[in-house]
Structures are given as structure tokens and as C-alpha cells.
């Protein structure tokens, strides 16, 4: 084995020459003469009898043949680093060309040579990279039992160091992100093709099939992977955008998208808090009560030492939601928009799409979505939001558990009550409380607070039912006349609305904050210029094609408008706004676009709610600077409700 390294290692040296200074600008120069000889070099050491020997227990493990083994191997090694690569065998020469394709082509052949080496090099190789072989392999090194072709952990971790070694880390996870990425085109492309291709058909068809074919757009959204789900969510808000059905199938994307199975909860949360799930709760659901695109939650008790933990008043028993992220959701989250990226930068060159702007549009709406991805941070959000709302007696925050908080697993409160989406569908004696909380809610966050929630959807807001009064409380109000309001105050409470996924939220600069307080004063009083100011001031670097007719088409657009048609039709008139920006060439800033189509869902399942209660009237009284203009917007709503004619 000795001679067999020698005569292996006089090949190698003869095959690489460095390179002179006439030459390339690479650090070597193998000539062809030269790589076939390395070539013969390698077969002939291959072919000795030291790699074909008799595996036994003793066999190439003494002191003499592992120091000749080492020495041969380091030499090896430092040449391997000083060169680089060697052309084997092409003859491509130093050329960039060249280097790139063997480059390329290294892993996989480093891959082979490690299946195919005796056990005992193997160890020799992991002891080479100061590593601790795996047990298993040293176990074959030195039985007389053949090794395993197909050791992952081994070799993975081997071809890891060597690439390292290498200096092909970098390219190698590059390459391997590619093949991903190219996976997950064609993954996507193979899923979304049933849905594009059927659409021409249902719709000229115009009825028969519809409903198959939209159970086959949700099937297809909850496969997509989180940021297509996302998207459905707040595809099911816009009943302004996309069909009413359409929109009430993508309702069930907001609590039933795909989740993960039990077992990875178990492991997912034991492995965050290094304790044994028993241990942390007494009661542990497996089932999920939601799914959603990112995590899924799931009902416990806590037990006396998760209580212990916990302290703050925590007590035994108590019930709690355990949210749990989906594994794996960040890496597809990732390629998913790296993929958008560049459909979008694709799709941008077309003389027809361009002026859309979807580069621009996928950006905005993947920043926001990807702090959802990070539990913890949900954590902080929710304590800075329950320390906002604490004065207020019919908004709730679920309060996070410390220290049971990490990026994979948050343990909150649990919030009992129906999601508002019920109250959607049916009228309730409390449906007007409730638009009018949400509408409060919203705009004291944007206001006062300038920390909003960006993910108002209907899933992500829960009714939760007021406690009955006390027996002394009930009796008294019995005492009272019926028609006193201190009886209905006693006996009747207010629901409460639980505010829930708070992942997602913006926070404005003064400026931006400014101007979009400008832009609602603006629309509110109906002036067009000001308002085509405002827009301006909140645009990407200021951007617009023509700011004058811009402004003009705005005033002329609230020129012939009522403010009853407004205060009616106020979503109809932020499309029409909108709409006029895209002509325009007008792009928000991602966090001002956010708080505007937040407010436009918000209006939509509000309205739903109560007709009356309007976002734009709400916020006309509050950013009214004269009394005149509150005594104005207050005839305004007594006029509309008709009581003067009662």
C-alpha cells in the first residue's frame, strides 16, 4: 500500500505544473500530455494490489502504513488548495469555461469516490478533517463485513468538510438551490395547470361546473405552499376584485389550510423548550383547532411546573394555544417569492405588462409576510399591543407566555369565542358594536398608536361572548324600571373582539404617517389636488408620469361625486383612485400600500357587518379641525339615516 500511495502520488505530482507567468491568469496550467498521464498515474495506483487487498481486522490499520497513508494524502491535499481544480482527463486547459463545468461537475464525483472507498479510508479521511468518524462506519472499518454503499449521514458530513476544504461551499449550495428552485417551478407549474387551463372553459360556460371548479382553485392554493395560501386569504376580502362565490370558497383558507402532523408538534415543541411535552402540559390536543399558512394551533392545560414557569398569576390547568410552525415553511416561503421575483421581472419585459408593476408589487407583498415567519417576534407584538388596547374593555390581545416563546413555538392565552365571519353571515343584535369596534380598533392603531395590525382578515378576529353579571348584579337590575339605561348597562355587556395573528404589522415614518393622515383629510373633504399631493408625497421616490394631469383627472373625478355617493360607495371610489395611480405610474411605499388595503378589508367585512358604519365617516369626524365641519359630518349622518323624517 506503501508503494501503491508513492507511485499515486508521484502521478499527482507530475500532473500539476503551476502555471507561468506568460500563461493564463489561473493558478495552473495542466497540459494534456500531462493530465493523461496523471490519468495513467491514478488507474496504475488504482490498480495495485494495496486497493484491492483482503478486508480484515488488522488490515491497513498499523502506525507505519496510517503515517504513509497521511503524509501521502496531506501532500495531496495542499496541492488540491494551492491549484484549485485540475482538468482530468478534457483537456480544456485553463480557460474559465473549463474550471466553471469541472467545478461544477466536482460534488458528484467527490460523492462516488467516497461510496466507493474501503471503510478504513474513511475513517482515515474523517480523522484527516479532525472530525470523530460515525460509529457505524468505524464498526466497518474494522469488522470484516463489507461497508455500506449508502451511508447519508457519513457522507454527507465528508463531502461537506471536503467541499469546504475546497473553498466550494458557496458554489455547491448555490447550485443546489437552483435544482430546488427549478423543482419547485416545475412543481408549481405542474399544479397550477389544471386550474389555468379549465378557467377559459368554465367561464364560457358560464354555470355548469363552476363549483368543481372552484373546490379545484382552493385545492390548488392550499398545495402551493404558505405564500400562495396567504395570498387566497386576502383574495377572500375582496369581493370588489374577484366573484362573490369565488370569494366564499377562499373564506376556508383563513383557519383550514394544510398542516402538519402531530408527531412533528410533539417533537417541534419539546425540542424548543427541552422538556418533555407531559412535563409542560397536562392535557395536550393533537388534533389542531386552526391552520393557517404559517403555523397551526393546538389546545393545551398547562401542567403545575408550565405554570411554575410562566408565573405572572399562571395558574394549573389553565387553558393555552400552542402555536406551532409548519416545518420547513421558511425555505419554501423563501423560493416561492425568489420564483415571484423573477416570473415578475419576466413578465415586467412585456410591453403589455409592464405597466403593472408587478416586481414592485411582489415586494410589497412579501416584506410584511415574512415577519410572520418568526413566532418570538409575534410574541413581542402582542405584548406591545396588549400594553396599547389595556384601557380598552371590548378588545382583547391574546398574552403571550414567557418564557415558553421561541421561532418555532408560541404559547399564548387561550381566547375562546366564534370568528367573526359568523357574524358576517347573519344578522346579530351586536353586529353593529362590533364594525364599529373594528373601525375604532383600526384607526387608533393608525392614529395614536402607529403600530397596526397589517392582517385584518375575518380569521384572524374572534367574538368572544361577554360574562353574564353576577346574581347581585342581576337582582338589582331587576329593582329597575325596564326603560332606565342603568338596567340595560347592568344586565347587558358588550362582546368582546379578540385580535389574533398579530405577525404582521406596520409602522410609519413621521413623514409617511403625515401624509397619509393628509391623504384621508383629503378624501374626506373631497379635494382632488390635495389628495393627488398626498399620493405623490407617499410614492417611491416621488414618482409620477404626469403630476398635473394626475392631479386634474382627481379633482375632475370628485367634481361630479355627492358625498353621500362617498360615504356609500367608498370602496367603489378607492378602486376608481387606484386605478388612476396605475395609469399614472404612481407605486405607494410598501408600508403606506399596506395600511391602505388593510383598511380597504377592514371596510369590506365591516360594512358587511352594519352598512352604516363607514371607515371614511369615522375618520371624517376625527380629523375634523373645525366645529363646523363636526356639526356638518353630524347633519350629514342624520340626514342619511332618515330620523328628521320619523
Excluded at 403545575?304 to 390547568?317: D, K, L, Q, S
Aim: charged share 20%.
Amino acid at each position: 500500500m506503501r508503494s501503491a500511495g508513492r507511485r499515486l502520488g508521484f502521478a499527482l505530482k507530475q500532473g500539476l505544473q503551476p502555471a507561468t507567468e506568460a500563461g493564463p491568469s489561473t493558478s495552473y496550467q495542466p497540459a494534456f500530455g500531462q493530465s493523461v498521464q496523471l490519468w495513467r498515474g491514478v488507474r496504475l495506483a488504482a490498480g495495485h494490489s494495496a486497493l484491492t487487498f483482503t478486508r480484515g481486522p488488522g488490515i491497513g490499520l498499523g502506525r507505519q502504513a496510517d503515517r504513509a497513508l497521511r503524509r501521502e494524502t496531506e501532500s495531496f491535499m495542499r496541492k488540491w488548495r494551492s491549484f484549485k481544480t485540475v482538468a482530468l482527463g478534457s483537456g480544456a486547459g485553463a480557460i474559465s469555461s473549463g474550471q466553471g463545468l469541472l467545478t461544477a461537475l466536482l460534488p458528484p464525483a467527490l460523492l462516488w469516490l467516497l461510496m466507493v472507498l474501503p471503510a478504513s479510508y474513511r475513517v482515515m479521511a474523517f480523522k484527516l478533517m479532525g472530525m470523530a468518524p460515525p460509529a457505524s462506519v468505524h464498526a466497518q472499518s474494522y469488522s470484516g463485513s463489507t461497508p455500506s454503499l449508502t451511508s447519508p449521514s457519513s457522507l454527507s458530513i465528508l463531502l461537506s468538510r471536503l467541499l469546504q476544504a475546497l473553498g466550494l461551499t458557496a458554489l455547491a449550495s448555490s447550485i443546489r438551490d437552483e435544482i430546488l428552485l427549478a423543482a419547485r417551478a416545475a412543481y408549481l407549474w405542474c399544479l397550477f395547470l389544471p386550474a389555468v387551463l379549465s378557467a377559459p372553459i368554465v367561464v364560457a360556460l358560464n354555470g355548469p361546473g363552476r363549483e368543481t371548479w372552484l373546490r379545484l382553485v382552493q385545492w390548488t392554493l392550499e398545495h402551493a405552499g404558505p405564500a400562495f395560501i396567504k395570498w387566497g386569504q386576502w383574495a377572500s376580502t375582496r369581493p370588489d376584485l374577484f366573484p362573490e362565490d369565488l370569494c366564499s370558497k377562499l373564506e376556508q383558507l383563513q383557519t383550514s389550510a394544510p398542516g402538519h402532523s402531530p408527531a412533528y408538534t410533539v417533537v417541534a415543541v419539546e425540542r424548543a423548550f427541552s422538556a418533555p411535552i407531559s412535563e409542560l402540559f397536562d392535557t395536550f390536543e393533537e388534533q389542531p383547532l386552526a391552520s393557517g399558512s404559517i403555523a397551526q394551533v393546538h389546545v393545551a392545560a398547562l401542567s403545575a411546573h408550565g405554570a411554575a414557569m410562566v408565573g405572572n398569576g399562571a395558574e394549573h390547568g389553565a387553558l393555552v394555544a400552542v402555536k406551532v410552525r409548519h416545518p420547513g415553511v421558511t425555505d419554501v416561503m423563501h423560493r416561492d417569492f425568489i420564483l415571484m421575483q423573477r416570473a415578475a421581472a419576466i413578465c415586467s419585459r412585456l410591453p403589455a405588462l409592464a405597466s403593472l408593476r408587478l416586481e414592485e408589487s411582489i415586494r410589497q407583498f412579501g416584506g410584511p409576510l415574512r415577519e410572520q415567519l418568526d413566532l418570538s417576534v409575534e410574541a413581542s407584538h402582542l405584548s406591545r399591543f396588549n400594553a396599547n388596547f389595556r384601557a380598552w374593555s371590548n378588545v382583547r390581545f391574546p398574552v403571550p407566555l414567557f418564557p415558553l416563546v421561541t421561532a418555532d413555538v408560541l404559547v399564548e392565552s387561550f381566547e375562546e369565542g366564534d370568528l367573526i365571519s359568523r357574524y358576517v353571515r347573519q344578522p346579530h343584535r351586536h353586529n353593529a358594536l362590533l364594525a364599529q369596534a373594528g373601525v375604532d380598533v383600526f384607526l387608533n392603531m393608525m392614529l395614536k398608536d402607529n403600530f397596526i395590525h397589517a392582517d385584518l382578515h375575518p380569521g384572524n378576529i374572534v367574538v368572544k361572548q361577554p360574562e353574564p353579571p353576577s346574581p347581585a348584579v342581576a337582582r338589582l337590575a331587576a329593582l329597575l324600571p325596564p326603560t332606565w339605561r342603568l338596567r340595560s348597562w347592568l344586565v347587558e355587556r358588550q362582546p368582546q373582539i379578540v385580535l389574533l395573528d398579530t405577525g404582521m404589522i406596520v409602522t410609519l415614518s413621521e413623514e409617511d404617517q403625515s401624509s397619509l393622515l393628509g391623504f384621508f383629510r383629503a378624501l374626506t373633504r373631497m379635494d382632488g389636488r390635495k389628495l393627488a399631493a398626498e399620493i405623490v408625497k407617499m410614492s417611491v421616490d416621488g414618482r409620477c408620469k404626469d403630476p398635473a394631469i394626475f392631479a386634474a383627472e382627481l379633482e375632475s373625478m370628485f367634481a361630479t361625486m355627492d358625498r353621500e355617493y362617498l360615504r356609500i360607495e367608498s370602496q367603489a371610489v378607492m378602486r376608481d383612485i387606484i386605478e388612476r395611480m396605475r395609469q399614472h405610474e404612481v407605486t405607494l411605499r410598501s408600508s403606506v400600500s399596506t395600511v391602505v388595503v388593510t383598511s380597504l378589508v377592514l371596510e369590506g367585512w365591516s360594512s358587511k357587518l352594519d352598512p352604516d358604519v363607514r371607515i371614511l365617516e369615522t375618520m371624517r369626524d376625527m380629523l375634523a379641525d373645525s366645529l363646523v365641519e363636526r356639526l356638518g359630518s353630524a347633519v350629514d349622518r342624520v340626514m342619511a339615516s332618515g330620523a328628521l323624517l320619523e
